[in-house]
C-alpha cells in the first residue's frame, strides 16, 4: 500500500466542545498531509458549534440526538459516509502535538497486515503528576506492532487501541465488521481484538502525537472503570481468558516508585484513593449483571446507554 496516493478523512464526535475544540480544527487543518473531509458527529444540545466549524469547506457536520449517540454506533456512522482511504477516529480534547501527526499516524498502514495505527498521548501542561506517570506508562516513547504471538507476554494491553486518536484502514475495517453499533465503551479495543484475531496486528505509533490527558475524581474514575468492564463483561469471547487485572497492580506499583523517587510521598494517598475507585468500579463493572438497575444507574457514567437496553 503506498500511502502517498491514499486519501485520509477525520472522524470526531463533538459534544459541548470547549475553547480546545477550535485549537484541534486548526492543528489539523494545519497538518503537512491533506485531510480530505472532517466528519463531526455533533450531539444536539441546544449549543452551537464554534464559527471555526464555518471557515472551512472540508468540514461536514452530522446532527444527531442525545439518545442515539453510541460510542461504536455513531462513529461506524460517520465512517460508512467516508470514501478515504484511511478514516482518522479522535476526540474533541485531544490536540496534535505538531503538523506531522497525521503523516506519522499513518505510515504503519503501508503494511497490509496492520489495520489500525493509534497515537502516543502525553499529558497537557494542566496535568496532575499521577496523571502524568500514567500517560508515560500506557503510552512510553517506544512504538510497537501487536500481534497474536504477543498476547502471553502483554495480556490484554495487546488488545489496547484508544479512539482519542487512531487511523484505520478502511477496507479492512469494513471487512472486518467496523466497530459494534451499540457499545458502552471500548469499541476501540473490541474491534482491535477482533483484528488480532483474524490474524492482523495493530500499531502502537509513538511518532505520532498528542496531547491528552484527564484529571478524573475518585467517582469519575470509578464510573469509567464499571464502563471499561462492562464492556469486557459482554464481550467474553474476547476478554474472559486473558490477563487483565495484573497491569492495573503494575501501574500502581511504578506509579508508587516514581512517586517516592520524585520526593512527594504525600501523592500516595491520592494514588491509592485513586486505585481504590478504579478497582472498585471494575470490579463492580464485571459483575453489573448481578445488580438491580437502579444500583447499575448509580455505577455508568453513561445512563443513556441503560435507557437504550
Not at 57 to 67: A, T
Request: hydrophobic letters at 35%.
Amino acid at each position: 500500500m503506498n500511502i502517498e496516493n491514499l486519501t485520509v478523512d477525520v472522524v470526531i464526535p463533538v459534544y459541548r466542545p470547549k475553547e480546545e475544540f477550535s485549537e484541534l480544527i486548526r492543528n489539523l487543518e494545519r497538518q503537512n498531509r491533506k485531510i480530505q473531509h472532517i466528519y463531526l458527529m455533533h450531539t444536539l444540545d441546544g449549543q452551537k458549534l464554534p464559527d471555526i466549524v464555518e471557515e472551512y469547506d472540508n468540514i461536514v457536520v452530522e446532527d444527531i440526538l442525545p439518545e442515539e449517540f453510541d460510542h461504536g454506533g455513531t462513529r461506524d456512522s460517520a465512517i460508512q459516509k467516508s470514501n478515504a482511504d484511511i478514516v482518522v477516529c479522535m476526540t474533541q480534547d485531544a490536540l496534535p502535538v505538531d503538523e506531522y501527526l497525521i503523516n506519522e499516524l499513518i505510515r504503519p498502514l503501508e503494511n497490509e497486515k496492520i489495520v489500525v495505527s493509534y497515537a502516543r498521548q502525553i499529558p497537557k501542561k494542566n496535568c496532575s503528576l499521577i496523571e502524568c506517570y500514567t500517560r508515560r506508562f500506557n503510552y512510553p516513547e517506544t512504538s510497537r506492532i501487536k500481534s497474536k504471538k504477543n498476547i502471553s507476554e502483554l495480556g490484554i494491553k495487546t488488545y489496547f487501541c484508544s479512539n482519542v486518536c487512531a487511523a484505520y484502514n478502511k477496507k479492512k475495517y469494513l471487512e472486518l465488521g467496523g466497530f459494534e453499533k451499540r457499545t458502552i465503551f471500548s469499541e476501540d479495543m473490541i474491534f482491535a481484538a477482533g483484528c488480532i484475531k483474524n490474524g492482523y496486528c495493530v500499531s502502537y505509533t509513538a511518532e505520532a502525537k498528542v496531547a491528552h490527558s484527564h484529571n478524573y475524581s475518585g467517582l469519575q474514575q470509578f464510573k469509567r472503570n464499571f464502563d471499561l468492564a462492562v464492556s469486557q463483561a459482554q464481550h467474553p469471547l474476547i476478554f474472559q481468558n486473558i490477563r487483565s487485572e495484573s497491569e492495573g497492580i503494575r501501574m500502581v506499583k511504578d506509579t508508587a516508585v516514581f512517586l517516592l523517587k520524585s520526593k512527594k510521598p504525600w501523592l500516595l494517598v491520592s494514588l491509592i484513593v485513586q486505585s481504590g475507585a478504579k478497582y472498585m468500579g471494575y470490579l463492580m463493572g464485571k459483575n453489573y449483571d448481578r445488580f438491580p438497575m437502579w444500583l447499575v444507574y448509580r455505577c455508568t457514567s453513561n445512563p443513556r446507554y441503560w435507557n437504550r437496553r
